[in-house]
């Protein structure tokens, strides 16, 4: 082998070892991207005395959520998609108190800092409020499927009923 054919191959090792790197460094830069957007939603209930309280939505992460579907369940059993439609039956199941409602029919977007009360009273009261602390504790479930704006990702927010909780099995509790 002469001088001429090893430089030539170390030439190529070099090319091929630096597009090797180019590659990498361009995927680690488009995952970087997709997770500097990423939404994270969360369901949370909240009951302070004199607050607004109920189940709320909040988008936790760097970037926009498109829902793509969802689920509501009441004791275990599907009702539909969380529309308009399917909580009005909700609502209706309750005696006492017709609590406000924002509804995601279809797909929806959400911005990078929603943060609303999907189901929602104001100047919460634990005893005038029992029936509806006893739907969203005992019976009401909520699945939420979403993904970022790049698509193709599968995330899920998911709230779910808790009947082991003791107060569960007493309805005029909270």
């Not at 030439?11 to 488009?30: G, K, P, Q, W």
């Not at 500097?36 to 209930?45: D, G, I, K, Q, T």
């Not at 009005?88 to 990078?112: C, D, F, H, K, M």
Request: glycine share 12%; charged share 20%.
């Amino acid at each position: 082998m002469d001088a001429s054919t090893v430089v030539a191959a170390c030439a190529t090792v070099i090319a091929l070892a630096s597009l090797a790197v180019s590659v990498y460094e361009a995927r680690a830069s488009r995952r970087h991207s997709r997770l500097s957007v990423r939404p994270l939603l969360e369901l949370r209930a909240g009951f302070r005395p004199g607050a607004k309280a109920g189940l709320q939505l909040v988008n936790a992460g760097l970037g926009p959520a498109l829902i793509t579907g969802s689920v509501l369940t009441l004791d275990g059993v599907a009702v539909g998609e969380f529309d308009e439609a399917n909580v009005n039956l909700i609502r209706e199941g309750l005696q006492t108190v017709w609590p406000a409602a924002v509804t995601l029919g279809g797909r929806s977007i959400l911005a990078t800092d929603y943060d609303r009360f999907l189901l929602g009273v104001d100047g919460y009261d634990a005893e005038v409020h029992a029936e509806f602390w006893h739907l969203l504790r005992c019976r009401l479930g909520l699945e939420l499927r979403y993904e970022s704006l790049y698509g193709g990702e599968t995330y899920m927010a998911t709230w779910a009923p808790q009947p082991g909780d003791r107060r569960c099995g007493e309805p005029g509790r909270g």
